[in-house]
């Protein structure tokens, strides 16, 4: 079972450029979620989406934009990359639609901005 | 936002040894998790907690999803060399949103 597959692995950026992060899931999940890690800070909530055709803003959305493209995929874009967004980004995804869901990540994407 | 406290920050302990672990919230959650990170992976749930009071086992390790809602321990019993990692806390509002505590890093010295 391949679950949430997220790409790139690692990608390093100049400061000002854009990139999209991917991210598909093949569990039929309705949520999914975009989370970045930094060191002592644990994983916080950059944006989401309940269901396709909707996302929200989590609780560190500036500098990002989303797309929830299908049920499966829903992909995270910097626009103008900052060394601020050097970070590891999660994907994740759940069923959805009331309390007590189990969400489950990806593997992680590492990016720098250098 | 909320806040989860986690403690500890990390800790280094005898193969064999148990270990222990929490977290804390000002806020309720209906829902406790906890997950473990291995270096260079994505989180992995470890024990889902649903009932206030709530006591669950997964092998070797024991949650309890506290009598107020805002606080849930971690237990692993003898400990052994793959037990290393980062342990994350993470309390679940309605809607799926989870607040992760900042983790606890495990070493195992065997």
């Known amino acids: 079972n391949a679950g949430v597959t997220q790409t790139p692995k690692f990608q390093v950026l100049k400061t000002g450029q854009s990139m999209t992060l991917q991210c598909a899931q093949d569990m039929n999940h309705n949520s999914m979620y975009w989370y970045r890690q930094d060191p002592g800070m644990g994983l916080r909530l950059i944006y989401y989406?309940?269901?396709?055709?909707?996302?929200d803003k989590g609780e560190v959305p500036n500098g990002y934009n989303v797309s929830r493209l299908n049920k499966r995929e829903f992909s995270l874009r910097l626009e103008s990359a900052a060394p601020s967004q050097t970070s590891v980004y999660f994907c994740?995804?759940?069923?959805?639609?009331?309390?007590?869901?189990?969400?489950?990540f990806g593997e992680g994407s590492w990016l720098t901005v250098v | 936002g909320q806040q989860l406290n986690q403690s500890p920050q990390s800790m280094f302990i005898q193969e064999g040894e148990d270990v222990s672990m929490n977290c804390t919230s000002s806020s309720i959650f209906n829902t406790w998790l906890w997950y473990k990170q291995d270096p260079g992976e994505g989180p992995v749930l470890l024990i889902a907690l649903y009932k206030a009071g709530e006591l669950t086992s997964n092998g070797r390790l024991t949650a309890q999803f506290g009598i107020t809602r805002k606080d849930s321990f971690l237990n692993i019993s003898a400990s052994i060399p793959s037990d290393v990692g980062i342990y994350f806390c993470a309390g679940q509002e309605y809607g799926n949103k989870l607040v992760f505590g900042a983790g606890t890093i495990l070493r195992v010295k065997s």
């Open positions: 994740a995804s759940s069923e959805g639609g009331s309390s007590g869901n189990t969400i489950y």
């Open positions: 989406s309940a269901s396709e055709g909707t996302t």
